[in-house]
């Protein structure tokens, strides 16, 4: 299972971006619990910004309240992050992952957890 990330770029201060996250492989049965987004900035930790359950439930970072939404689409598999008002302390790799589960070729349940690969968000005048 992999997920496979892209929306980040070059932005002003104050500017919007689009991140995109898609999973393929297992087949049409593959499905996600928790979906979230990750960034890590030069020389600090990864950290969480957001985060989203199967029924909807969704935390964010407080650094970033009110200004992210992040939301999914599930027949998609696919997880988004709407960015606003961006700020340059904003900038940072960012990476999706999700838990996921399936039943492989004899039935039997399949878990675990996948990363993106990171895409690079800049915000910079």
């Known amino acids: 299972v992999q997920l496979q990330a892209s929306g980040g770029g070059l932005v002003q201060p104050g500017g919007s971006l689009r991140l995109s996250c898609t999973a393929s492989?297992?087949?049409?049965?593959?499905?996600?619990?928790?979906l979230g987004w990750h960034r890590q900035a030069p020389g600090k930790q990864r950290e969480l910004v957001a985060s989203i359950g199967s029924v909807g439930s969704i935390d964010y970072a407080d650094s970033v309240k009110g200004r992210f939404t992040i939301s999914r689409d599930n027949a998609k598999n696919t997880v988004y992050l709407q960015m606003n008002s961006l700020k340059p302390e904003d900038t940072a790799v960012y990476y999706c992952?999700?838990?996921?589960?399936?039943?492989?070729?004899?039935?039997?349940?399949?878990?675990?957890?996948?990363w993106g690969q990171g895409t690079q968000v800049t915000v910079s005048s």
């Open positions: 492989g297992s087949g049409s049965g593959l499905r996600f619990t928790a």
């Open positions: 992952n999700g838990d996921y589960y399936y039943e492989d070729s004899s039935g039997a349940p399949v878990v675990g957890r996948t």
